[in-house]
T-cell receptor
């Protein structure tokens, strides 16, 4: 069956360091992958989208990689700040239709 | 734009009662999604609509759940009768589906926190 795995353990990191999150998937051939941020008591907010033919995507202090051979995406937050503390979700689609399947999310806590 | 609007934000009800959750998508968006989020199961897609038509309801847990989208600016998710295991946060999201197929991002509402006693 199709599976999306994110590290369920919280990631504690010191301010200024780089946080790296992983998203692994099995039995999937996604056309693209998205990353969302979710703060407590709020809905997820879109951050980045990367397509299957793209290796890397950047947006300000965020960087996403997509390795379809390893079936893995890495999400990096560089120069992390306490305001980056949140849960980060990866989501995969299928080429047909606009249905997304979400991973369980990884909580990030940036300490000052 | 006000974003996706959901109501109520919180709902506490007793087992067996009917619950109706409401969603107003972003104006101009043509796809609408209902999700449920729990600690155990994460964020699960229940059903989604394209142009007010239900496309995939395979995530709807059972016949107690039903969803409608009578027009482009309104959708409801109904649970009848409700059970304690339905307690969760229910999110509505909308997107603008392009002709090239699904590469759109989804915009989520603030969610409805449901507690069934």
């Amino acid at each position: 069956s199709q599976k999306i795995e994110q590290n369920s353990e919280a990631l504690n990191i010191q301010e200024g360091k780089t946080a790296t999150l992983t998203c692994n998937y099995t039995n999937y051939s996604p056309a693209y992958l998205q990353w969302y941020r979710q703060d407590p008591g709020r809905g997820p907010v879109f951050l980045l989208l990367i397509r299957e033919n793209e290796k890397e995507k950047r947006k300000e202090r965020l960087k996403v990689t997509f390795d379809t051979t390893l079936k893995q995406s890495l999400f990096h937050i560089t120069a992390s700040q306490p305001a980056d503390s949140a849960t980060y979700l990866c989501a995969l689609d299928k080429a047909a239709g606009n249905k997304l399947t979400f991973g369980g999310g990884t909580r990030v806590l940036v300490k000052p | 734009d006000a974003g996706v609007i959901q109501s109520p934000r919180h709902e506490v009800t007793e087992m067996g009662q009917e619950v109706t959750l409401r969603c107003k998508p972003i104006s101009g968006h043509n796809s609408l999604f209902w999700y449920r989020q729990t600690m155990m199961r994460g964020l699960e897609l229940l059903i989604y609509f394209n142009n007010n038509v239900p496309i995939d309801d395979s995530g709807m847990p059972e016949d107690r759940f039903s969803a409608k989208m009578p027009n482009a600016s309104f959708s409801t998710l109904k649970i009848q009768p409700s059970e304690p295991r339905d307690s969760a946060v229910y999110f509505c999201a909308s997107s603008l589906r392009g002709t090239g197929g699904g590469k759109e991002t989804q915009y989520f509402g603030p969610g409805t926190r449901l507690l069934v006693l």
